[in-house]
């Protein structure tokens, strides 16, 4: 199985090409197949050109559900979560719908159903779909178990199959985010990763793409923390972060659900790892405006910047008005 991750990392751990990282101590984990580091001043990762189509599945009708995985999130309510992730995540996807939200919306250039190989979609295929309606499909707050305090992924993926069961969802179209809880690491996070996506599989053999999103401000800045200047944006700058690596996994899950048969450039970067850590100039992570309320971003690539010659945007609403 393989999986995409945000990643992190000093400098001197970086690779020459594609910043790719070592693999996961643990030996039944699997690297992930690509990686971004987290290095300010990065450039985008653009030496494998435009996205191009791997003849799998997209994301067409999108639905977010969320488990807070453990009790040390609490047992009846949320009462440990001392950075206030847990709301800010929520409120974040409840508001990246419709035409308020011009960010999520460059996904929608992507598609499904057209020949492998292809970068441009026009009007062909089924494009990746964007919500005209608050996308969260549930939430649930899993105090039934404790969660690892070092979970692997293996335990990471069961959980995201016990909430598909909770929620009774299954399939490409569903997205479960597995949220750790504060004091929890799974293996890699804050030196290897932020966060990462894949998919598994239900116990009927249902597709079920998931999200490991570990409780980001443990890392700081490593992980997106202060990283955008707020100033009087109402955005809280410690907790960046959640909506940055959030919505890093989320865009590359809707156009490349089982990575990497979606979307993916000639290095195996997706959307979000070609534009991630990006802290000036054209692309760079900024402070968006979603129906109404502020969110921390990392812009996304768009194959249709610059006349098809592909680039960073952090606002999309059609291929001659983006930036």
Known sequence: MLRSALVVGAAT????????????????????????RHFSGVTPNATGGNLAYGGGKVVTAPTVYIVYWGSQWGTSSITNDPNGEAPLQLSF????????????????????????????CGSSGTHVGHPASNPVGGTWLDSGVTAPKRPSQSQIAAEAVRAAAHFGVSGT??????????????????????????????????????TNMPYVADAGSSCGSGFVATGSSGVNSASEGVTIVGGHEYAETVTDPDPSSGWVDGSGAENGDKCAWISSG????????????????????????????GGCVVSYTSSTNQH
């Not at 751990?13 to 971004?36: D, K, Q, S, T």
């Not at 990246?96 to 190989?117: E, H, L, R």
Request: proline share 4%; charged share 5%; with cysteine.
């Open 13 to 36: 751990a970086i690779a020459a090409a594609g910043f790719l990282a070592a693999a996961p101590a643990n030996a039944g984990e699997l690297a992930p197949h690509h990686m971004n």
């Open 93 to 120: 996807f409840q508001h990246a719908y419709g035409s308020g939200d011009t960010w999520s919306n460059s996904v929608t250039q992507y598609c499904q159903g057209v020949a492998t190989g292809t970068t441009q």
């Open 173 to 210: 179209n569903v997205q479960i985010i597995v949220d750790s809880p504060h004091g929890v690491s799974p293996s890699g996070f804050g030196t290897q990763y932020c966060a990462w996506h894949t998919n598994t599989t239900t116990s009927t053999g249902a597709d079920l793409p998931y």
């Open 282 to 309: 054209q692309g760079a992570s900024a402070i968006v405006s979603m129906n109404g309320a502020n969110f921390a971003v990392q812009s996304l690539w768009s194959n249709n910047f610059g006349s098809n010659a």
